[in-house]
C-alpha cells in the first residue's frame, strides 16, 4: 500500500475567478515499480500453464510507475445573502 514520504501542501491559487482554470496536477517523481522490482515483469513456468515472459499488470513492462494527482476546487455552501439577486 501507499506510504507518505514527501508532503504536499495544497493552496487555492491566488486570483481564481470564473473562468479560470479550477484543476490542479501534481506529479511525483518516477519510481521503480514495486510489484516486479523494475524488472517490467516475469518469467511464467510450466506450472503456470503459460510459458514465456508476462509484462507486470502494474507498470505494464516499462519497470516504472509515477503518481498523478488531480485537485479541482469547486464551491461549496450556500451563496451569501447579498449574492443570492444578482443575476449570472
Not at 509515477?66 to 451563496?79: D, P, S, Y
Amino acid at each position: 500500500m501507499s506510504e507518505l514520504r514527501e508532503s504536499l501542501e495544497i493552496y487555492p491559487p491566488i486570483g481564481m475567478y470564473y473562468p479560470a482554470n479550477r484543476k490542479q496536477s501534481f506529479t511525483s517523481k518516477i519510481q521503480r515499480c514495486n510489484v516486479c522490482n523494475g524488472s517490467g515483469g516475469k518469467y511464467n513456468d510450466e506450472h503456470s500453464g503459460h510459458e514465456g515472459y508476462e509484462a507486470c499488470r502494474m507498470c505494464g513492462g516499462t519497470g516504472e510507475i509515477q503518481c498523478i494527482i488531480n485537485t479541482e476546487w469547486i464551491a461549496i455552501g450556500e451563496v451569501k445573502e447579498q449574492f443570492k439577486n444578482i443575476e449570472k
